[in-house]
């Protein structure tokens, strides 16, 4: 490509990461090519394509899918409403791209086929960037809705247990504007833990309860001097749990509602008592939760249930 094109395959690159993507690219497209819109599709091996640009392209995706790789069409080659210029790319990997010029009235000049075979190679590599960029935010959508299920927040803590930063969901009795808000003991045991990494003492993590939820301590691995406050808030039991609880471990209704009185903190007497079971009833389902879970006991049954996907509903 030419050196006064630069300012494309900057806004190409740039624009694999805007919101909307490819925006600023198939501005600077239009601009450079006279044309009247600009579109840019991609598409990863067994999905389907996401096309990006105003309003309907001359060409459908059954068009798009007869291009030959690497080779700019046009009207001549397949008969479209309008004037259009159009290149596709195989990206490595697994991936198709398509990039395509159109407008109303004359057809484009030779240089507008010049440009888009010039922008393939560079098509395909963002195209990639575009599709990484996509599976990074995925998993971090992924992660703060897991978070979010779990109760799960953190808070990143300097030597001295300052606050540096934190994720949006630290409930406001352990963290309010900045600022720790825990009894003096435990403020002090982080002080104390914190010094120690800092000064290479140790990389123990350090287990902490905050009123009823659980933290733990951990080094940061990129900085001796700080650590991870990670903290699992207390998290209310669905309303209606047992038909959870029945799917996932297939019990009957009524072992289900025994289950989920245990999985309450209940004994097997309480349980049963809940449920108007006889005591002979309770012991019953007990042990018909026990042959279905695997389990030992009660506390191997509560283990399992909390161990399992019930905990993420």
Do not use: C
């Not at 300052?162 to 002090?188: F, N």
């Amino acid at each position: 490509m030419r050196a006064d094109e630069s300012d494309i395959l900057l806004a190409l690159y740039r624009s694999a990461q805007e919101n909307p993507a490819w925006a600023g690219f198939l501005r600077a497209l239009a601009g450079r090519t006279g044309a009247a819109s600009a579109y840019l599709a991609v598409q990863r091996e067994g999905e389907s394509p996401q096309v990006f640009g105003a309003g309907a392209a001359p060409l459908d995706a059954e068009a798009l899918q007869r291009m030959r790789y690497q080779r700019p069409y046009s009207g001549d080659d397949i008969a479209a409403d309008q004037p259009y210029r159009a290149i596709r790319v195989r990206a490595e990997g697994g991936g198709d791209a398509w990039v395509l010029v159109a407008r109303q009235g004359d057809d484009f000049a030779s240089a507008t086929s010049s440009l888009l075979s010039g922008l393939a190679p560079h098509i395909a590599l963002a195209a990639l960037q575009f599709w990484r960029h996509d599976r990074a935010q995925a998993g971090r959508a992924a992660a703060q809705d897991m978070q979010a299920r779990l109760g799960l927040s953190w808070v990143l803590l300097g030597a001295q247990a300052t606050v540096i930063l934190a994720s949006g969901a630290v409930p406001a009795a352990v963290l309010l504007a900045d600022k720790l808000r825990l009894p003096p003991v435990v403020q002090r045991q982080l002080v104390q833990r914190l010094q120690a990494y800092a000064g290479g003492q140790t990389a123990a993590p350090l287990a902490l309860m905050l009123g009823q939820r659980q933290a733990l301590l951990v080094p940061f691995a990129q900085h001796g001097a700080m650590a991870m406050l990670y903290i699992l808030d207390a998290k209310p039991a669905p309303d209606q749990p047992w038909p959870i609880l029945a799917e996932i471990f297939a019990l009957t209704p009524n072992e289900a509602r025994f289950a989920a009185q245990l999985a309450g903190g209940k004994s097997i007497v309480q349980a049963g008592e809940a449920l108007n079971f006889t005591t002979e009833t309770a012991r019953h389902y007990s042990k018909q939760l026990y042959a279905k879970l695997g389990a030992a006991g009660q506390v191997d049954v509560l283990r399992r249930i909390q161990n399992s996907v019930y905990k993420l509903l």
